[in-house]
């Protein structure tokens, strides 16, 4: 952590040094970090929410968070029908949700029944290339693209921390810049980096592209980022439920998307983190970082990578203690809370994010198992988090 950063910063203005400016505040932001998936905490079923930890907990909230999301009128598809094409159906049926092993977090518990109405999804994440196709038609701007509002920003950071200068109030995104050594797993700071100019388009800043990567998951998007796209595409962000239902194929209590084999075990299963995490990838499943679409088997329902390669937004509000507030009951179709509270971080609202990412290793993070929860603000953007559609009608 930078914990001599608020110091540093009343060294600003005498020494000009606009590097050094980013650096600091980069150290301020990161301060905002906490403990990320601490493997010590997932051994055991948690009957503490407040012992729930987060891949991407406390990740600040650096954008004026918006109340709605923009409309596009005549920039919709034409007649406004819904296109299943690239989609599936995913009958109707009740299952079991959440952990039924012991190796959940507290946020994962009780497991309770939940009926679900049958609906399309999406077989793969949104591609780099599907979302170009949206920003063309709406010349839609997304969050990452746009400089942080210092209002906004303010309340996250400690009272009285002064006000940096513009020229350090620059579009940017958070990029996963692993260290070369290892190092303690209870500070995301370490391989988390604000990266100016980091976008969907750059998705490890200015010097990267997606110029050859059009089938690649499309990354660093807001949750406002990916509901915007959906509404464009006439479909909707996937519920929680939704989700995880699709996720697990019609498999029953079963941990993962294809079964109940460790995902190191057998042939490469998802696109994960195999070696030491952060600063050591062993590339056993083929990649490094993202992978194209469609890189590794299905599910039961014919769905891919509905484990690792990045997380996915959902449409829910995230609240640590929602799976208490519905047991006991079956739910029928749940679309989640109507308001967001995450205890570890009470002022700053979250959405519900799935699946896990490359960035997963069970030493680490098991993201990747069917019932774990990860929740971020919906201004984030990160290189390991994208999205996918479902549609009910």
């Keep these: 952590m930078c914990k001599h950063s608020v110091v540093k910063i009343a060294k600003w203005r005498k020494s000009g040094n606009i590097a050094a400016m980013i650096t600091i505040f980069g150290c301020l932001l990161e301060m905002l970090l906490l403990i990320s998936c601490n493997h010590l905490r997932e051994k055991r079923p948690k009957t503490d929410s407040g012992d729930t930890v987060s891949c991407h907990n406390n990740m600040p909230r650096r954008y004026a968070a918006k109340t709605s999301v923009l409309l596009f009128g005549d920039t919709l598809a034409p007649g406004g029908k819904i296109p299943h094409e690239g989609m599936v159906w995913i009958p109707a049926g009740d299952f079991n949700m959440g952990s039924s092993d012991q190796e959940g977090r507290a946020d994962e518990y ?23 196709k949206f920003v063309e038609a709406t010349r839609y701007v997304t969050t990452a693209e746009k400089a942080p509002d210092w209002d906004e920003l303010r309340k996250q950071l400690p009272q009285g921390t002064p006000k940096p200068p513009d020229s350090v109030l620059v579009a940017a995104s958070l990029v996963f810049t692993p260290p070369a050594y290892p190092v303690p797993l209870d500070n995301a700071a370490a391989w988390w980096s604000w990266v100016k100019g980091a976008d969907w388009k750059h998705p490890e800043g200015p010097g990267s592209s997606i110029r050859k990567r059009g089938q690649y998951p499309v990354t660093q998007v807001s949750w406002y980022d990916a509901a915007a796209y959906a509404h464009w595409a006439h479909k909707e962000l996937p519920t929680e439920s939704q989700w995880e239902y699709a996720a697990r194929g019609g498999l029953k209590d079963m ?36 992978a194209p679409v469609q890189s590794f088997p299905p599910n039961g329902y014919g769905l891919f990578d509905m484990a690792g390669n990045v997380w996915e937004w959902c449409h829910d509000w995230y609240r640590t203690d929602y799976y208490k507030a519905i047991s006991g009951q079956v739910a029928n179709d749940p679309t989640g809370p109507t308001s967001s509270y995450d205890e570890q971080e009470p002022t700053t609202p979250k959405k519900v994010i799935r699946g896990g990412s490359f960035m997963c290793n069970a030493s680490y993070c098991k993201g990747y198992r069917v019932s774990s929860r990860m929740k971020s603000s919906p201004d984030s953007g990160l290189e390991n988090v994208g999205f996918r559609c479902v549609s009910t009608k």
């Design 255 to 290: 941990p993962y998307s294809w079964g109940i084999q460790p995902v190191d075990q057998g042939k490469p299963k998802a696109n994960t983190w195999q070696g030491r995490f952060p600063a050591e990838n062993t590339l056993w499943d083929g990649y490094n970082g993202t």
């Design 110 to 132: 009780p497991v309770h029944r939940v009926r679900m109405d049958g609906f399309w999804m999406d077989i793969h994440e949104v591609t780099n290339n599907e979302f170009a």
